[in-house]
Nanobody, 123 residues
Framework: QVQLVESGGGLVQAGGSLRLSCAAS????????VGWFRQAPGKEREFVAT????????VYADSVKGRYTISRDNAKNTVYLQMNSLKPEDTAIYYC????????????????WGQGTQVTVSS
């Protein structure tokens, strides 16, 4: 079992950048694929990005491709989401999640979830 804690959210102007962190406080992080999801007000939670256990492969939603970068440091039990060129439509609560699969993108493949961190992008 793994416990996840997100950090790094905040308020930023459009065009700005933020880096989110997802730290595992227990478990062997390298045993899990990790994904980022987001939920905007009044909308369903949606996939943002995922990274394999080793960090060798990452996949992005079309809406963030070219602007976001997911990475991981298994020695630090941490996954990062670098978000650049932020837009108001990126405003949401961002969640990280861990899957025991080597690779996962579907929400129901992720058994462990953090509490979320708010990202607000002003226009």
């Amino acid at each position: 079992q793994v416990q996840l804690v997100e950090s790094g959210g905040g308020l930023v102007q459009a065009g700005g950048s933020l880096r989110l962190s997802c730290a595992a406080s227990s478990g062997t992080f390298s045993n899990y694929a990790v994904g980022w999801f987001r939920q905007a007000p009044g909308k369903e939670r949606e996939f943002v990005a995922t990274i394999t256990r080793s960090g060798g492969t990452s996949v992005y939603a079309d809406s963030v491709k070219g602007r976001y970068t997911i990475s991981r440091d298994n020695a630090k039990n941490t996954v990062y989401l670098q978000m650049n060129s932020l837009k108001p439509e990126d405003t949401a609560i961002y969640y990280c999640a861990a899957s025991s699969n080597y690779y996962a993108t579907r929400e129901n493949s992720f058994a462990y979830w953090g509490q979320g961190t708010q990202v607000t992008v002003s226009s």
